[in-house]
């Protein structure tokens, strides 16, 4: 079967490798969409932490069961899957967090992912597919992202919930926040990213600190108070850095952007808010549930994301485009013959 293998950082090669032989407790899935993440922009460029070369790319993923022993499962289902293989035994696994299992093998980054034609993967990670389409499911994994972020944060309704980064992961996080009942005010420095977001997700208060002073705008929209939840999804040092000060007291900031620096922030005006910092890694199936609830309730409408589609055979060739902002992708999506 072919298989693309990111062998160094920029460089992509399509190689035959032998089918997988699913092991007992496994399911083999023949794939039919992947999406692409910032994880594998970043793998591509060199940035992504946690990474070793050659490595197959791909988490986001739509396919059909080829074969299963799987409870509840049959060959031809249509289905998405956890792509967070945990040990089950852990600390973290037996708190019910295998989201940040200490021996988390992460599919596409940890062991090889899904741009592939066959892909074995652990029965329990499998999700049904609740009737929703290839294109559909490759979504659910990159927006249940979003949702643990919210569910990270408990978002009440009407607070003001400040997403900082208007990538795929950001605008996510928005949807779950406008469906927690949340106000929703997107940062980006990014114009285009910020139309997106009032077009297309109906988020009424956005900032662009490139082009104003976002400090003051903060202060008009939330009369003065300043959001009481802050979500970086930039996974920019700088960005991560200084939306510290955007937060207001007694308020959360949730890190779902990842880079691999320290950050910093004042003490004094960090402890007087008695703010609260907290991480949030990929998601739970109950994440994964609520995504495809909102799908289908069309609460999320999915075609908003998807900018650029391509076949797997032009994946090689068009990688590099999507790195360029230009170019204005939002989600490309690979189709698998």
């Known amino acids: 079967m072919k298989a693309l293998y990111c062998t160094t950082p920029g460089e992509f090669e399509y190689k035959e490798t032998p089918m997988p032989q699913p092991a007992e407790g496994t399911t083999l899935l023949k794939i039919k969409r992947i999406g692409i993440c910032g994880t594998d922009l970043h793998a591509f460029e060199g940035t992504q932490p946690f990474f070793q070369y050659p490595r197959i790319l791909g988490h986001e993923l739509a396919a059909e069961i080829a074969f299963t022993k799987a409870a509840g499962f049959a060959q031809g289902d249509t289905v998405t899957f956890i792509p967070y293989f945990n040990c089950g035994h852990c600390i973290a696994c037996r708190m019910g967090k295998p989201n940040c299992c200490v021996n988390m093998q992460v599919c596409g980054v940890h062991v090889d992912g899904g741009m592939q ?27 249940a992202i979003g949702a643990h972020g919210i569910r990270r944060a408990d978002v009440l309704p009407d607070e003001f919930v400040l997403v900082v980064g208007a990538g795929p992961i950001g605008l996510g996080t928005m949807e779950f926040a406008r469906i927690a009942g949340a106000q929703v005010i997107a940062m980006d420095i990014n114009g285009g990213r910020l139309d997106f977001c009032r077009n297309k997700l109906g988020v009424h208060h956005t900032v662009n600190p490139g082009t104003e002073p976002a400090l003051e705008k903060l202060q008009d929209i939330t009369n003065g108070d300043m959001p009481t939840v802050v979500i970086d999804c930039t996974g920019n040092l700088a960005a991560i850095n200084g939306a510290f000060g955007y937060l207001g007291h007694g308020g959360r900031y949730v890190l779902i952007g990842l880079q691999k620096g320290a950050i910093s922030f004042n003490h004094p005006e960090f402890h007087k808010r008695e703010s609260t910092l907290m991480s949030s890694r990929n998601a739970i199936r109950a994440d994964f549930e609520h995504v495809i609830s909102s799908m289908k309730r069309g609460w999320v409408n999915p075609t908003n994301y998807i900018t650029h589609e391509v076949s797997f055979d032009s994946v090689k060739g068009s990688f590099s485009s999507w790195l360029d902002p230009a170019n204005g992708v939002i989600k490309a999506m690979v189709e698998m013959i």
């Not at 990670?125 to 994994?141: D, K, M, P, R």
């Open 117 to 143: 034609e066959y892909l074995s993967v652990p029965d329990h990670s499998l999700i049904h597919g609740e009737g929703l389409s290839f294109n559909e499911l490759a979504l659910v994994e990159p927006l």
